[in-house]
C-alpha cells in the first residue's frame, strides 16, 4: 500500500473509528482499526462484532492495500503533527508515516483475521435529517436501561409508522418519547426494532457536527447508517438490533390528570440540584404542589435539611410526592424550551413532564413510595 | 446421530485447524439450527459470524459434516440466539432489594410482552383453603398433562378471589417449560379482532391464537353479545381443542349463566370441567394475611392479622388493601402498628355503614346481570328467560329489603301477595339443592351491596 492523504482527515477518519476498539481480549485483531484501500478512498473500520463504524475519505492512491493497526499510536502521533499531506506506506506488517521533516514505522497486524463487514440490504430504509435524529436520541438515551435483566430495555425502541418515528426508552422508573415527523414518500411503511444503547451513542458522537442526511436500512437483525455519499468524510454505522419484543410502553402513558403545574424550566433545575445535596441515601425529595407555588424539600440526617419553593401556575388539586432527584433533572435536561408543565395524578402514580411548547417530547418518572 | 452431536464433531475437527482465538470468536454459541432435506441450517449469533463462516470456514465445515453425513448439500447461515432462560420472579425480587420497595416502577413492564404474563403470580404464593382446593388442584394437573385431562379448564368465582392469581400461575408454569403460551383478556381478544379485521390482517392474527399450546382467556363472559367475536373464538377453539392444545377459561358465573353466550360456545366450555373460587373463609384470610406479611417482608403482630380477616370479610383484594393501609402508617411512624393503631386506621373501612339499598337498585342489577330490559322485568312477559330473574327479584327484595309481599307485589305492576309468596319459597328452595343458582344471587348480592 502506497497513498498520500491530508492529515486531518485522516486524523477525523481514525478519530471516528477508535473509539469502537480495544476491549477484546478473545480476538486481539479487534482492538485495532482495518485501513485499507478503496479504489480512490481510504477506509477505515472497527467493530466489537456487534458495532462496526467505517470512515472513508478521499486519498492519492498510488498502490493499493490494507493494514490493521492500533489507533492509539497513530492518532496520537498525527495530533501532534503540523498540517499537510501524509505519505502512507506498508512493509509487510510495518506501517511508515511520513510528513514533512517527521518519519515513523509503526507495528501492525496483516488483515487476514479481520472480520468482514456483513452486507447491508437497501431494500427498506428512511432518511433523516442528521441534526434531528442526534438530538432526538440525545433527548431518550439517558432512560435507557442499563440493568441485563430486561435485554429489551437496554437499547431506543424505533417505532415507524405511516405518518411519524417515535423513539422510546425506558428503565421502568421512567420513560421518554420523542415524536419526528417522517418523509411520506419512503418505501417503508410500519417497521419497529431496538436499536442498542451503543450503536445510539456513537451515532450521536459521530453525527453530531454534521450537516448531512442520514440513511438508516433496516435488515432482519441489523440497522446499517450512513450519510448521503461523496461527502468529503462518509460514515457508516452498522450495528446488531436486540432481539426480542419492546413492551407495549403505551399503556404506562397516562391520558388524563388532576393536577397540571406550569413552572420555569431554569430555576425549578437550580432548586432541584440544590434540594438534591440534601436528599437522604436514596436521593429522595419530596415536591408539594400548593395554591400557586411549588415547594422542594428534602432531608439528610447526616448533612441538614433544605426547602425552597418557585412560583407556578397551578391547576387542580394540591399533591404532594417524593422523586429520586437524578431522574427529575435528567427528565429536565431533555426536555426543550424554558417552561415545563408537570402531569400529576396521584402521588402513587407517574408524572408526567412536558415543555409548554414543544409536544414532541415527553418524560414520564414514578415517584418514590412515601 | 443427532444435530447436537453432528456439531460437536465439526467443531472437534474444526478447532486444531485455526487458531484458538480464531475458534473462540467464531463458533461460540453456534449450532445446528435445522438439517431438512440435505440442508444444514446452522445458527450464528450474528452477522459478523456468518459473513466469516460463509467466507473463510465452508469448505471446512462441509467437508466434516459429509464425512459423516453424506447427503449434505448445502449450509446455510442464519442468525439466531438461544432464548435465555425465562426470568422467573425469585429472580427478580432479589434485583428489586437493591433499590428496595421504594423507587416506584411501570408495574405494565414487568409483564411479558410475549405470553402477556405476569411473573409475580404463581403456585408458590397462591393461598389455598376450602373456597379454592379444587381449582387449585385441577390447576396443578393440568399443569402436568395440558390438554389430556380437563380440556377446557373453566375457572369462575366472584371479583378479587383469585382466579387470574389461579390463571397465571398456570401461564407461568408452562412458560418455563418453553411451551407457548398466551394469556388475554377476552376485552383485549375482542379488540384485536376489531383491529384485524380493519388492518386486514386477519391471517396473522389467526396464526397468532391458532398455534398455541396453551390459551388462557381471562373473563370470557366479556365475549358474550359479540356475535362475530364469538364465531371466531369458536374456530380458534376447535383448532386448538382438536390438536389437544390446553384451554383455560374464566369468568365471573357459570357458562350457562352468561346471556347471550352461543349454545355451542357454552357447551363446550362445558365439555372440560367446571371448578368455581368462593369466599374464602376466616382461617384462609389469616393465612393469606399471613403469607403477603412474609413476602413483603415486615413484621406485623398475630392480633392485628386476625383483626384485618376478623373485619375485611369481603374479597381478597380489598383484604390486601386493608394491609397495605396498615403498613403504611406503620412504615411512615417508623413503629409497629399495634392493635388500637389498626383499629383507627382501618375504621373508615370497618365501620362503613351498609348503605340503604332500595329496590330499585335491585331491579336494576338484576335486569343487568340477566341482560333483560328492566321493564320487562316488571311486565307481564310469562317466558322463562323472564320469569325466572323476576323470581329472584322478588327473593331478594323480601329478604334484603325486609319488604312485606303486597309491597313487593305492587312493586311488579300490582301482581298478588300470594304470587310473590310462591316465588319467593320457590327461589329458596331451589337456592338449597341448585348450587348455579346459589353462586347467581350470591354474584347478584355482591353487586347490589358493591358501591
Same mark, same amino acid.
Given at each position: 500500500?502506497?497513498?498520500?492523504?491530508?492529515?486531518?482527515?485522516?486524523?477525523?477518519?481514525?478519530?471516528?473509528?477508535?473509539?469502537?476498539?480495544?476491549?477484546?481480549?478473545?480476538?486481539?485483531?479487534?482492538?485495532?482499526?482495518?485501513?485499507?484501500?478503496?479504489?480512490?478512498?481510504?477506509?477505515?473500520?472497527?467493530?466489537?462484532?456487534?458495532?462496526?463504524?467505517?470512515?472513508?475519505?478521499?486519498?492519492?492512491?498510488?498502490?493499493?492495500?490494507?493494514?490493521?493497526?492500533?489507533?492509539?499510536?497513530?492518532?496520537?502521533?498525527?495530533?501532534?503533527?503540523?498540517?499537510?499531506?501524509?505519505?502512507?506506506?506498508?512493509?509487510?506488517?510495518?506501517?511508515?508515516?511520513?510528513?514533512?521533516?517527521?518519519?515513523?514505522?509503526?507495528?501492525?497486524?496483516?488483515?487476514?483475521?479481520?472480520?468482514?463487514?456483513?452486507?447491508?440490504?437497501?431494500?427498506?430504509?428512511?432518511?433523516?435529517?442528521?441534526?434531528?435524529?442526534?438530538?432526538?436520541?440525545?433527548?431518550?438515551?439517558?432512560?435507557?436501561?442499563?440493568?441485563?435483566?430486561?435485554?429489551?430495555?437496554?437499547?431506543?425502541?424505533?417505532?415507524?409508522?405511516?405518518?411519524?418515528?417515535?423513539?422510546?426508552?425506558?428503565?421502568?422508573?421512567?420513560?421518554?418519547?420523542?415524536?419526528?415527523?417522517?418523509?411520506?414518500?419512503?418505501?417503508?411503511?410500519?417497521?419497529?426494532?431496538?436499536?442498542?444503547?451503543?450503536?445510539?451513542?456513537?451515532?450521536?458522537?459521530?453525527?453530531?457536527?454534521?450537516?448531512?442526511?442520514?440513511?438508516?436500512?433496516?435488515?432482519?437483525?441489523?440497522?446499517?447508517?450512513?450519510?448521503?455519499?461523496?461527502?468529503?468524510?462518509?460514515?457508516?454505522?452498522?450495528?446488531?438490533?436486540?432481539?426480542?419484543?419492546?413492551?407495549?410502553?403505551?399503556?404506562?402513558?397516562?391520558?388524563?390528570?388532576?393536577?397540571?403545574?406550569?413552572?420555569?424550566?431554569?430555576?425549578?433545575?437550580?432548586?432541584?440540584?440544590?434540594?438534591?445535596?440534601?436528599?437522604?441515601?436514596?436521593?429522595?425529595?419530596?415536591?408539594?404542589?400548593?395554591?400557586?407555588?411549588?415547594?422542594?424539600?428534602?432531608?439528610?440526617?447526616?448533612?441538614?435539611?433544605?426547602?425552597?419553593?418557585?412560583?407556578?401556575?397551578?391547576?387542580?388539586?394540591?399533591?404532594?410526592?417524593?422523586?429520586?432527584?437524578?431522574?427529575?433533572?435528567?427528565?429536565?435536561?431533555?426536555?426543550?424550551?424554558?417552561?415545563?408543565?408537570?402531569?400529576?395524578?396521584?402521588?402513587?402514580?407517574?408524572?408526567?413532564?412536558?415543555?409548554?411548547?414543544?409536544?414532541?417530547?415527553?418524560?414520564?418518572?414514578?415517584?418514590?413510595?412515601? | 446421530?443427532?444435530?447436537?452431536? =453432528?456439531?460437536?464433531?465439526?467443531? /472437534?475437527?474444526?478447532? $486444531?485447524?485455526? &487458531?484458538?482465538? @480464531? *475458534? +473462540?470468536?467464531?463458533?461460540? !454459541?453456534?449450532?445446528?439450527?435445522?438439517?431438512?432435506?440435505?440442508?444444514?441450517?446452522?445458527?450464528?449469533?450474528?452477522?459478523?459470524?456468518?459473513?466469516?463462516?460463509?467466507?473463510?470456514?465452508?469448505?471446512?465445515?462441509?467437508?466434516?459434516?459429509?464425512?459423516?453425513?453424506?447427503?449434505?448439500?448445502?449450509?446455510?447461515?442464519?442468525?439466531?440466539?438461544?432464548?435465555?432462560?425465562?426470568?422467573?420472579?425469585?429472580?427478580?425480587?432479589?434485583?428489586?432489594?437493591?433499590?428496595?420497595?421504594?423507587?416506584?416502577?411501570?408495574?405494565? =413492564?414487568?409483564?411479558?410482552?410475549? /405470553?402477556?404474563?405476569? $411473573?409475580?403470580? &404463581?403456585?408458590? @404464593? *397462591? +393461598?389455598?383453603?376450602?373456597? !379454592?382446593?379444587?381449582?387449585?388442584?385441577?390447576?396443578?394437573?393440568?399443569?402436568?398433562?395440558?390438554?389430556?385431562?380437563?380440556?377446557?379448564?373453566?375457572?369462575?368465582?366472584?371479583?378479587?378471589?383469585?382466579?387470574?392469581?389461579?390463571?397465571?400461575?398456570?401461564?407461568?408454569?408452562?412458560?418455563?417449560?418453553?411451551?407457548?403460551?398466551?394469556?388475554?383478556?377476552?376485552?383485549?381478544?375482542?379488540?384485536?379482532?376489531?383491529?384485524?379485521?380493519?388492518?386486514?390482517?386477519?391471517?396473522?392474527?389467526?396464526?397468532?391464537?391458532?398455534?398455541?399450546?396453551?390459551?388462557?382467556?381471562?373473563?370470557?363472559?366479556?365475549?358474550?353479545?359479540?356475535?362475530?367475536?364469538?364465531?371466531?373464538?369458536?374456530?380458534?377453539?376447535?383448532?386448538?381443542?382438536?390438536?389437544?392444545?390446553?384451554?383455560?377459561?374464566?369468568?365471573?358465573?357459570?357458562?350457562?349463566?352468561?346471556?347471550?353466550?352461543?349454545?355451542?360456545?357454552?357447551?363446550?366450555?362445558?365439555?372440560?370441567?367446571?371448578?368455581?373460587?368462593?369466599?374464602?373463609?376466616?382461617?384462609?384470610?389469616?393465612?393469606?394475611?399471613?403469607?403477603?406479611?412474609?413476602?413483603?417482608?415486615?413484621?406485623?403482630?398475630?392480633?392485628?392479622?386476625?383483626?384485618?380477616?376478623?373485619?375485611?370479610?369481603?374479597?381478597?383484594?380489598?383484604?390486601?388493601?386493608?394491609?397495605?393501609?396498615?403498613?403504611?402508617?406503620?412504615?411512615?411512624?417508623?413503629?409497629?402498628?399495634?392493635?388500637?393503631?389498626?383499629?383507627?386506621?382501618?375504621?373508615?373501612?370497618?365501620?362503613?355503614?351498609?348503605?340503604?339499598?332500595?329496590?330499585?337498585?335491585?331491579?336494576?342489577?338484576?335486569?343487568?346481570?340477566?341482560?333483560?330490559?328492566?321493564?320487562?322485568?316488571?311486565?307481564?312477559?310469562?317466558?322463562?328467560?323472564?320469569?325466572?330473574?323476576?323470581?329472584?327479584?322478588?327473593?331478594?327484595?323480601?329478604?334484603?329489603?325486609?319488604?312485606?309481599?303486597?309491597?313487593?307485589?305492587?312493586?311488579?305492576?300490582?301482581?298478588?301477595?300470594?304470587?310473590?309468596?310462591?316465588?319467593?319459597?320457590?327461589?329458596?328452595?331451589?337456592?338449597?339443592?341448585?348450587?348455579?343458582?346459589?353462586?347467581?344471587?350470591?354474584?347478584?348480592?355482591?353487586?347490589?351491596?358493591?358501591?
Amino acid at each position: 500500500m502506497k497513498l498520500y492523504i491530508k492529515k486531518e482527515l485522516f486524523l477525523k477518519a481514525i478519530s471516528a473509528t477508535e473509539k469502537n476498539t480495544g476491549k477484546n481480549f478473545t480476538l486481539p485483531i479487534l482492538n485495532n482499526v482495518l485501513i485499507k484501500t478503496v479504489e480512490n478512498i481510504l477506509q477505515l473500520t472497527s467493530t466489537d462484532l456487534e458495532l462496526a463504524t467505517i470512515a472513508e475519505v478521499p486519498a492519492k492512491i498510488e498502490e493499493e492495500g490494507s493494514i490493521a493497526m492500533n489507533p492509539k499510536t497513530l492518532s496520537g502521533f498525527l495530533v501532534n503533527s503540523p498540517e499537510g499531506e501524509v505519505l502512507l506506506k506498508t512493509k509487510k506488517d510495518i506501517l511508515l508515516v511520513e510528513h514533512r521533516n517527521y518519519k515513523t514505522n509503526i507495528k501492525g497486524f496483516l488483515d487476514k483475521d479481520f472480520p468482514l463487514l456483513p452486507k447491508t440490504d437497501k431494500k427498506k430504509f428512511f432518511t433523516i435529517p442528521s441534526t434531528i435524529i442526534t438530538s432526538a436520541l440525545s433527548q431518550v438515551i439517558n432512560s435507557v436501561s442499563i440493568s441485563d435483566l430486561k435485554l429489551e430495555l437496554t437499547g431506543v425502541f424505533f417505532k415507524i409508522t405511516k405518518n411519524n418515528i417515535k423513539l422510546v426508552s425506558t428503565d421502568s422508573f421512567r420513560l421518554s418519547e420523542k415524536t419526528l415527523s417522517r418523509d411520506k414518500s419512503e418505501n417503508v411503511n410500519e417497521e419497529s426494532f431496538i436499536l442498542p444503547t451503543k450503536a445510539a451513542n456513537e451515532i450521536i458522537r459521530n453525527y453530531q457536527d454534521l450537516n448531512d442526511i442520514l440513511f438508516f436500512y433496516i435488515d432482519k437483525n441489523q440497522v446499517t447508517i450512513q450519510n448521503e455519499e461523496n461527502k468529503k468524510v462518509n460514515l457508516k454505522i452498522i450495528s446488531k438490533i436486540i432481539e426480542g419484543e419492546y413492551p407495549e410502553y403505551s399503556q404506562i402513558i397516562p391520558k388524563e390528570f388532576t393536577t397540571k403545574v406550569i413552572i420555569s424550566k431554569k430555576e425549578f433545575a437550580q432548586q432541584i440540584k440544590s434540594a438534591g445535596l440534601f436528599a437522604s441515601r436514596i436521593n429522595d425529595i419530596t415536591l408539594r404542589v400548593e395554591k400557586d407555588k411549588l415547594t422542594i424539600h428534602s432531608q439528610n440526617n447526616d448533612v441538614g435539611e433544605f426547602s425552597s419553593y418557585i412560583e407556578a401556575h397551578v391547576e387542580g388539586e394540591e399533591q404532594e410526592m417524593r422523586f429520586n432527584y437524578n431522574y427529575l433533572l435528567s427528565g429536565l435536561n431533555n426536555i426543550e424550551g424554558d417552561e415545563v408543565v408537570f402531569k400529576i395524578n396521584r402521588s402513587d402514580g407517574p408524572t408526567l413532564v412536558e415543555s409548554v411548547k414543544n409536544k414532541d417530547y415527553f418524560y414520564i418518572l414514578m415517584p418514590i413510595r412515601k | 446421530m443427532n444435530e447436537y452431536d =453432528l456439531w460437536q464433531v465439526v467443531l /472437534t475437527e474444526i478447532e $486444531p485447524q485455526i &487458531s484458538k482465538a @480464531n *475458534f +473462540v470468536t467464531w463458533f461460540k !454459541n453456534t449450532y445446528i439450527s435445522s438439517k431438512k432435506d440435505g440442508v444444514v441450517s446452522v445458527a450464528v449469533p450474528n452477522a459478523f459470524s456468518r459473513e466469516w463462516l460463509e467466507n473463510k470456514y465452508t469448505k471446512p465445515i462441509m467437508r466434516s459434516l459429509r464425512n459423516t453425513s453424506r447427503d449434505i448439500r448445502e449450509i446455510r447461515y442464519i442468525i439466531e440466539n438461544k432464548k435465555p432462560t425465562i426470568i422467573t420472579a425469585q429472580n427478580q425480587t432479589v434485583e428489586k432489594r437493591d433499590i428496595e420497595e421504594t423507587q416506584l416502577q411501570f408495574e405494565e =413492564l414487568q409483564i411479558d410482552s410475549v /405470553t402477556n404474563l405476569n $411473573p409475580k403470580y &404463581s403456585f408458590d @404464593n *397462591f +393461598v389455598v383453603g376450602s373456597s !379454592n382446593e379444587l381449582a387449585h388442584a385441577a390447576a396443578i394437573s393440568i399443569t402436568k398433562k395440558p390438554g389430556a385431562l380437563y380440556n377446557p379448564l373453566f375457572i369462575y368465582g366472584g371479583v378479587g378471589l383469585g382466579k387470574t392469581h389461579l390463571l397465571q400461575a398456570i401461564g407461568n408454569t408452562f412458560a418455563q417449560t418453553r411451551k407457548k403460551v398466551l394469556y388475554i383478556t377476552s376485552e383485549r381478544f375482542t379488540s384485536e379482532f376489531i383491529t384485524s379485521i380493519s388492518n386486514q390482517t386477519i391471517d396473522s392474527f389467526k396464526n397468532k391464537y391458532r398455534n398455541k399450546d396453551v390459551l388462557i382467556i381471562d373473563d370470557i363472559q366479556f365475549i358474550a353479545g359479540k356475535e362475530q367475536t364469538q364465531e371466531e373464538f369458536f374456530h380458534t377453539f376447535n383448532t386448538l381443542h382438536e390438536t389437544n392444545k390446553q384451554i383455560i377459561l374464566s369468568s365471573d358465573r357459570t357458562p350457562r349463566s352468561i346471556p347471550t353466550l352461543e349454545e355451542r360456545l357454552r357447551s363446550r366450555f362445558e365439555g372440560g370441567m367446571l371448578v368455581d373460587i368462593g369466599y374464602p373463609n376466616y382461617e384462609m384470610r389469616v393465612a393469606i394475611l399471613k403469607t403477603k406479611v412474609k413476602s413483603k417482608n415486615i413484621f406485623l403482630s398475630e392480633e392485628v392479622i386476625n383483626y384485618i380477616a376478623n373485619n375485611i370479610q369481603k374479597n381478597v383484594r380489598e383484604l390486601e388493601g386493608a394491609l397495605n393501609l396498615v403498613i403504611a402508617s406503620s412504615k411512615l411512624n417508623n413503629n409497629e402498628t399495634n392493635l388500637e393503631q389498626a383499629k383507627k386506621i382501618l375504621s373508615h373501612i370497618t365501620s362503613k355503614p351498609n348503605k340503604p339499598i332500595s329496590y330499585k337498585k335491585i331491579f336494576k342489577t338484576v335486569s343487568d346481570f340477566y341482560e333483560i330490559e328492566e321493564k320487562s322485568l316488571l311486565g307481564k312477559n310469562r317466558k322463562r328467560e323472564i320469569v325466572l330473574p323476576r323470581q329472584i327479584a322478588m327473593f331478594l327484595m323480601r329478604s334484603e329489603l325486609k319488604a312485606s309481599y303486597p309491597f313487593i307485589g305492587e312493586r311488579f305492576g300490582g301482581k298478588d301477595h300470594t304470587t310473590v309468596m310462591y316465588a319467593c319459597a320457590k327461589i329458596e328452595k331451589e337456592v338449597n339443592t341448585n348450587h348455579n343458582l346459589e353462586q347467581e344471587i350470591g354474584l347478584i348480592k355482591q353487586q347490589i351491596y358493591s358501591d
